[in-house]
C-alpha cells in the first residue's frame, strides 16, 4: 500500500514544495503555503498500463458550425459571454464580496427558468430560505428555479444526473465545494482545482452550461489556483465602487466570444437595472464650467462609452510628491507627466497629482491620454475646459499624438449625447466618416493642445492670472505659446 505523502502548497497559486517555507518562489507571496495531503495521487508505480485507443484526424477545410448558445435574457450578460451560455461550457464569475454577483444571477436564472429551461442553483454559502429571500426582494419568487443547499461534489453530480439535463447550473461558490478525492479542507488549492475539475468533466460530458462563483483576494484576483481560470471557457469579473451604483460586467477570458466587451448595470433597490446608454448614465452628474475635467470619448469592446477624467494639481509640502490614479493605469499617468515636463515645459514636479475617472469604470485603452493630459493642464493652470468637448488621443514619448481606431464611432456618440467639437489627433481627421456633425480640433502635438489650455487660463482676468503665475510655463507667460 502506497504511504501518504505530505506536500506543502501555495493558496495563492497552487505550486507545491516538500517543505515549508515563508516565500512562495511561483508568485512571490509570503505565508501562502499550507500542509496538504496528497494521498489522492497514484503512483507511477501502479497507474493502469491502458493502450490508448486511436482516433481520426481531420482538414481544416470543411464547415463549420456556430456552438449553439442559450439566451440568459439580459442584454447586457449576453453582450459580455458573446450572445448567450454555450452548451457544455464553464463560466467563472468573480467579484468583491457584496458587490451583486448572487443578485446578477438570480435575476438571469430566474428569466430562463420563465423561458423553460430547466435550471439549477446550487448554494454553498447561504440557505434556501436565504435565496428565496433575495428572489422574494427582487420580485422572481415565482421563477421555476430549482434550489439546494449543498457542497458535496459528488452528491451535487449524483443529483443532477437523474432526470433532464439541466441547461444551466450555478455553483455559488466554487470555494466552499469539497470532494472525497482528496483529503484536505473546503476552499484550499487541491479542493477548489479538484472540484472545479469533477464539475467540468460533468459539464463536458452533458452539455449542461455551469457558472462557478469564484471569491476574490483583496488585490482583486480570483482567489484559488490561477489552474482553476485555465480551466474554465470564460472567465468572468464583476466590478464596480461600493459607493457607486454602477458596475461593470467584464470579460477576462472568454472562448466563445470577445473579452474586451462590458456590460453594464445599475444597483438599485429592486436589483440590478440594465443600462443600454452608458455613456448619459456616466455624464449625469458631470461638473460643467469646473477646471480639472475632460470628457472622453472611449470604446468599450464595440462600445462607444463616454467618460469624464478628473484631475487635480496641487502644490505639495512633501519631499517626494503624490501620484494617485482611481480607474486608469499609474504607469500611463507617469508617462504622460513626463511627457508633459519634458516636451512641454509643465513642472509637475513639485506638485501633487491626483487623476480620477469618475462613475467607477475602469479605463484600459491608451486613447484616454489626451483626455487626461488636457485635464492635468486645466487643473494645473485653472483653466476650465469647454463644456460641448470631448477628447481622445495616444500620446507618444516624443509628445505627438498618435491616432487611435474607430474615430467615427467616438464621435458619432459624442454627437449623439450633445457635444458639439472634438480634440482629436491631426491623422485622424480623415478617419471621421464625414456624418458626425462636429467641429473638429485636430492636434499634431501635445505643446499645441497645452499652449491653447494655458492661453484659455491667462484671459480670466489679472486676479486670476496672478494666482497662477508660478503654475504657468515661462514661456506662456511671455505670450509666445
Known amino acids: 500500500m502506497a504511504k501518504n505523502t ?3 502548497v501555495c493558496q495563492n497559486c497552487g505550486a507545491a514544495y516538500n517543505r515549508w517555507q515563508g516565500k512562495c ?20 508505480s501502479i497507474r493502469s498500463k491502458r493502450k490508448g485507443r486511436t482516433f481520426a484526424l481531420e482538414s481544416l477545410s470543411g464547415k463549420s458550425q456556430d456552438a449553439p448558445r442559450l439566451s440568459s435574457g ?61 428572489a422574494e426582494r427582487l420580485g422572481l419568487s415565482d421563477a421555476p428555479v430549482q434550489l439546494a443547499a449543498e ?28 470532494t472525497d478525492t482528496v483529503e484536505s479542507a473546503p476552499g484550499t488549492v487541491t479542493q477548489v482545482r479538484a472540484s472545479a475539475q469533477a464539475l467540468i468533466r460533468f459539464a463536458k460530458k452533458t452539455g449542461a452550461a455551469i457558472i462557478l462563483v469564484g471569491h476574490v483576494t483583496k488585490d482583486g484576483q480570483i482567489a484559488g ?12 469579473s464583476f466590478e464596480g465602487e461600493g459607493s457607486q451604483q454602477f458596475r461593470i460586467l467584464r470579460a477576462v477570458k472568454n472562448r466563445f466570444g470577445p473579452t474586451d466587451e462590458i456590460g453594464v448595470f445599475e444597483m438599485t433597490g429592486l436589483g440590478l437595472r440594465e443600462v443600454t446608454n452608458p455613456s448619459e448614465l456616466f455624464l ?28 487635480l494639481v496641487a502644490p505639495t509640502s512633501l519631499g517626494t510628491p ?34 480620477n475617472v469618475a462613475g467607477g469604470l475602469r479605463i484600459q485603452e491608451p486613447a484616454a491620454d489626451l483626455a487626461a493630459a488636457a485635464a492635468l493642464v486645466s487643473s494645473l493652470v485653472n483653466a476650465p475646459l469647454p463644456t460641448d468637448a470631448v477628447y481622445f488621443g495616444e500620446i507618444s514619448l516624443s509628445g505627438a499624438i498618435r491616432p487611435v481606431a474607430q474615430t467615427g464611432a467616438r464621435l458619432k456618440e459624442a454627437a449623439k449625447l450633445g457635444f458639439s467639437r472634438a480634440v482629436l489627433p491631426e491623422s485622424a481627421r480623415g478617419e471621421t466618416g464625414g456624418d458626425a456633425g462636429l467641429s473638429l480640433n485636430a492636434v499634431g502635438n501635445l505643446t499645441t493642445l497645452v499652449a491653447e489650455i494655458a492661453a484659455r487660463g491667462s484671459r480670466k482676468g489679472p486676479d486670476a492670472a496672478a494666482g497662477e503665475k508660478n503654475a504657468t510655463p515661462a514661456r506662456f507667460r511671455r505670450g509666445e505659446g
Request: glycine share 10%.
Open 284 to 311: 449625469s452628474e458631470r461638473d460643467l464650467g469646473t477646471s480639472g475635467t475632460a470628457v472622453f470619448a472611449g470604446i468599450e469592446g464595440t462600445r462607444p462609452v463616454l467618460v469624464e477624467l478628473q484631475a
Open 25 to 44: 518562489e511561483a508568485c512571490g507571496e509570503w505565508n501562502t503555503l499550507a500542509e496538504e495531503d496528497t494521498a489522492g495521487s497514484v503512483p507511477v
Open 151 to 178: 457542497t458535496s461534489v459528488e452528491d451535487i453530480v449524483s443529483t443532477l444526473s437523474e432526470g433532464a439535463v439541466p441547461r444551466l447550473i450555478v455553483i455559488d461558490s466554487i470555494q466552499t465545494m469539497w
Open 322 to 355: 503624490r501620484r494617485a490614479v482611481v480607474g486608469w493605469d499609474p504607469s500611463r499617468l507617469s508617462m504622460v507627466l513626463a511627457v508633459l515636463e519634458a516636451h512641454c515645459g509643465v513642472k509637475l514636479s513639485g506638485h501633487d497629482v491626483y487623476l
Open 225 to 236: 489556483p490561477r489552474v482553476v481560470e485555465h480551466m474554465v471557457d470564460a472567465v468572468l
Open 6 to 8: 505530505l506536500s506543502f
Open 74 to 134: 439580459m442584454a447586457e450578460l449576453d453582450r459580455v459571454t458573446g450572445g448567450g451560455f454555450v452548451r457544455g461550457s464553464v463560466l467563472l464569475v468573480g467579484g468583491d464580496p457584496g458587490i451583486g454577483k448572487s443578485t446578477l444571477l438570480t435575476q438571469a436564472t430566474s428569466l430562463m427558468a420563465r423561458a423553460g429551461h430547466r435550471i439549477v442553483y446550487i448554494s454553498g454559502e447561504e440557505a434556501v430560505a436565504q435565496v428565496r429571500l433575495r
